[in-house]
C-alpha cells in the first residue's frame, strides 16, 4: 500500500509539472497553460522527496524517482530557453521597430 501511495504521490506531481510546462493540457480547461516558476517549484519538490526517501526507497522506486526528476529537469531547461527566445526576439523587433521610426523622422 505505501508502495503504491509513494507512486501516486510522484505521479501527481510529475502531471503536475508537466502541465505547468505546457507539455500537456490542463484536464480541466482543455488548454496548454505554461507557469515555468510553478514548473521550478514542482522539480524542487520531487527532489526534496528524493531525499527525504532516501535509504527507503526500492532500487526500482529510486531509479524511476531520479530518472523523473532528470526528464523533468531537461524538458524544464528547453522550455525556458524557449522562453528566453521568444523575448529575445520581441525585444529584437522592438528595436528593429524604434530603429525605423527614428530613421523616418
Known amino acids: 500500500m505505501a ?3 509513494f507512486s501516486f504521490v510522484v505521479n501527481f506531481f ?9 507539455k500537456v493540457p490542463n484536464p480541466v480547461t482543455g488548454k496548454v497553460e505554461r507557469n ?3 514548473a521550478k517549484q514542482i522539480i524542487d519538490i ?12 526500492t532500487k ?6 531520479t530518472g523523473l526528476i532528470a526528464d ?6 528547453d522550455e525556458l530557453e524557449k522562453e528566453q527566445a521568444k523575448e529575445n526576439r520581441k525585444d529584437g523587433q522592438k528595436e528593429e521597430s524604434s530603429g525605423k521610426t527614428e530613421q523616418n523622422a
Not at 523533468?72 to 531547461?77: F, G, P, R
Request: charged fraction near 30%.
Open 3 to 5: 508502495e503504491e501511495l
Open 14 to 22: 510529475a502531471q503536475w509539472g508537466w502541465q505547468v510546462m505546457g
Open 36 to 38: 515555468l516558476e510553478m
Open 46 to 57: 520531487i527532489e526534496m522527496l528524493r531525499e527525504k526517501t532516501r535509504g527507503n526507497l
Open 60 to 65: 526500482d522506486e529510486e531509479r524511476i524517482l
Open 72 to 77: 523533468l529537469q531537461m524538458n524544464y531547461v
